[in-house]
């Protein structure tokens, strides 16, 4: 993190949050549902996303939790160390929540948001997902392993977690590009 100071700035469509310290009231409101959020180095924070946002991406967090209401395509953690994504319970989340070498991180979705979107970990360690039931009001939780994709439709808990093998690896590697420091899943 160095000496720079933290930032909260939209630049080109995309609300760039970068290097907070100890900030639990860090508040992003998209205009339009183009634009993008991009955490970098923000350690000990909250980050509530008070608006629909195209996509959202922390690379090299800490102990960041971010709250958000809905993102059209994905959500990124990328080289992030005891982080949480909270989506709100009536949202349908993210169609990808993507944990890319990443270790301890939770993801707290919606029934709806984790019957209809993915989540893939890659290279990442001791991180869960956990899914809010609305008949039982309790949080049903996944321990994903490393390379791992969530199913919480499976018939049954052993089919929940599917390991991938490596050739699915690598077709999951090629169909995400590089952009603006997270990965876009296509």
Not at 21 to 47: F, H, K, L, Q, T
Request: proline share 2%; with cysteine.
């Amino acid at each position: 993190m160095g000496d720079r100071p933290p930032a909260l700035q939209l630049v080109a469509n995309r609300w760039q949050v970068e290097n907070y310290r100890g900030d639990a009231s860090i508040n992003v409101s998209a205009s339009w549902p183009r634009e993008a959020v991009y955490m970098i180095n923000c350690v000990d924070c909250v980050v509530t996303v008070h608006s629909l946002v195209a996509r959202i991406t922390l690379e090299s967090c800490v102990n960041t939790r971010v709250v958000f209401s809905g993102v059209l395509s994905s959500v990124e953690l990328i080289r992030c160390e005891r982080c949480e994504i909270f989506c709100d319970n009536e949202s349908k989340g993210a169609m990808t929540t993507m944990l890319d070498m990443s270790r301890s991180c939770v993801v707290h979705l919606s029934q709806v948001a984790a019957s209809e979107g993915r989540v893939i970990s890659n290279k990442s360690e001791d991180t869960s997902v956990a899914v809010y039931n609305l008949e039982t009001h309790d949080w049903g939780r996944y321990t994903l392993t490393n390379d791992a994709i969530l199913n919480p439709d499976a018939a049954d808990d052993s089919q929940n977690v599917h390991k991938y093998s490596k050739e699915e690896a690598r077709m999951i590697s090629n169909v995400a590009s590089r952009e603006g420091g997270g990965y876009i899943v296509y």
